[in-house]
């Protein structure tokens, strides 16, 4: 894995201590600088030249949000957000911006607590350690243009009450998922033909409020799922933090289980058991979707979408902000399309409407 100067960004003293010594701890990995603000911060970018940072979003001067708009523009650089739970949204318009990752600070606890989440910092940042130094093409992070657009309290958006879809749509993403899903979302109309599942890697008090960022783009109804949820067109649901997915048949269709994870459950939300059950029950009907993400989660299951008929897609590795996910899908083998993520959403509908 290759060596990484982290730069610190956090207006507590005492969590700019606890990070740097964690990052400290991890082999290959040298703590070059921590900042107060984002104004600090980007002082250090030019003399400090960090190959990786922590952020706070909340902080005074410059927040992390202008911060990370100012990185990404000009000198892009890995970001892994370190934020409270209380800030769900402001996670996901940091991850919308470029981010890499996120880990959830213990809400409002004392910083001590922080300690809780040293695993969780210490297995993302060796994730950063072994992403190739050019995390897209062109030597720049790619960020999703896409607007959320402010739908009412009132939304009066029609929910089709049809069944059966024509299609069911599982999509499995982990890092870089929020936003690529973003993108994918963009495409879809309430009046699409599909039901679709999403098995994003997140923590448990982090998908309700994904889901409802989801449903705000105005396309298709996005809900967190519930166990007996009916699969319908028209409709996604996002797999619940800490829980498993399967897909199963029921008199009027399809519809979602929703338990705890199994010990062969190698991934929790697991891509692999939510395409397993959805190939057995769907059979030819179902379009898998393998976006952005480390590690080899669905790559079990899309040998089942294949064998039961159904359809695959995946997105070019080289496109995807990390490729474990969608190469590893690739070597199982059966991808019928094979595309950079602007035009998986678009693609999804043209099969939905055959």
Known sequence: MRELRALVVDDSAFNRKLIGEILGSIEGVTVVGKAADGE?????????????????????????????RFVMARRPVPVIVVSSHSAKQDVFRALELGALDFVAKPGAAPGEKLNVIREELIAKVEMVQRLRPAVSPDGARRTVSTVLRTVPKDDSRPLPLQDTPRKVVVIAASTGGPSALVDVFSSFRSDTPIAV?????????????????????????????????????????????????????????????????????????SADRALTTAAEATKGRLIAVVLTGMGDDGAVGVKAVKAAGGTLVVQTPSD???????????????????????????????????
């Open 40 to 68: 600090e911060a980007l002082r250090m970018l030019g003399s400090h030249a960090p190959d990786l940072i922590t952020l706070d979003l909340e902080m005074p001067k410059m927040d992390g949000f202008s911060f990370l």
């Open 320 to 354: 995807a902000l990390i490729d474990g996910m969608p190469r590893n899908a690739m070597l199982a083998g059966g991808v019928d399309h094979e595309l950079p993520l602007r035009f998986i959403g678009d693609r999804i509908v043209s099969l939905a409407d055959r």
């Open 197 to 269: 599942l999403v098995v994003q890697h997140m923590p448990a008090r982090f998908t309700r409020t994904f889901a409802e960022r989801l449903d705000r783009l105005g396309g298709i109804r996005v809900s967190e799922a519930v166990d007996g949820d009916r699969l319908r067109a028209g409709r996604a649901l996002v797999s619940p933090g800490g829980t498993c997915v399967d897909v199963v048949r029921v008199p009027d269709g399809f519809a979602v289980r929703v338990g705890e994870p199994r010990l062969s459950d190698r991934y929790v939300p």
